[in-house]
């Protein structure tokens, strides 16, 4: 498992185990599905709150340029039928919460996918740009000579990967300056008493 990978499963696996919130959520979307009041859920009806769950972060993951791929419906029933310990088809409360918490790591972990895979490949196509841009200027004539003490300024290895990222970015929010907007926000003007 690459590193950025296992580092996300690990803090998603500390957060379901130890957070009161996640614990809280868990407990209102079974009580939210188990309509009926019989202390138990189906497959059916778990799908239905993993479907809802992955338009909800897919729409986050999204602002960020991040495509987070739903499980299908294999997935779902695969992770139900390990969280259903007695094997009676449906889900109590604590099955339930072991299902919403192996769903919520394996949404964490496809999203911290994605997330190396869009930007990674972001850096090193930037990283190739700056390098051959600098290369290209150089040989200019006139100009190489001129350009080539400030082109040796510009470090290719940390320009190259923020060009990249910057791209990546603009080109998820269909703005190539988006970055600037996210990391400098138009100042409001003053507040009048």
Do not use: W
């Not at 986050?60 to 088809?89: H, M, Q, W």
């Not at 190259?160 to 400098?184: C, E, M, T, W």
């Amino acid at each position: 498992m690459p590193p950025l990978v296992q580092a996300v499963h690990d803090k998603v696996k500390n957060f379901v185990r130890n957070s009161e919130q996640f614990k809280r959520v868990c407990e209102s979307t079974f009580d939210a599905l188990d309509y009926r009041s019989a202390g138990r859920v189906s497959v059916d009806d778990a799908a239905s709150a993993v479907e809802a769950l992955f338009r909800e972060l897919q729409s986050a993951c999204s602002d960020y340029g991040i495509v987070l791929e739903p499980l299908t419906s294999d997935d779902v029933r695969k992770i139900f039928r390990e969280c259903d310990y007695d094997s009676n088809a449906v889900l109590d409360k604590t099955e339930f919460t072991d299902f919403y918490s192996a769903v919520v790591t394996y949404a964490a972990m496809r999203a911290a996918a994605g997330f190396g895979r869009s930007y990674g490949l972001g850096m090193l196509a930037g990283i190739a740009g700056v390098f051959v841009a600098k290369s290209a200027l150089r040989r200019l004539p006139v100009v190489g000579a001129v350009a080539s003490p400030l082109l040796g300024l510009l470090p290719t290895i940390i320009v190259g990967p923020a060009l990249g990222i910057a791209a990546v970015y603009g080109l998820s929010q269909n703005d190539l300056f988006a970055i600037r907007h996210k990391l400098f926000p138009p100042k409001q003007p003053p507040m009048r008493r």
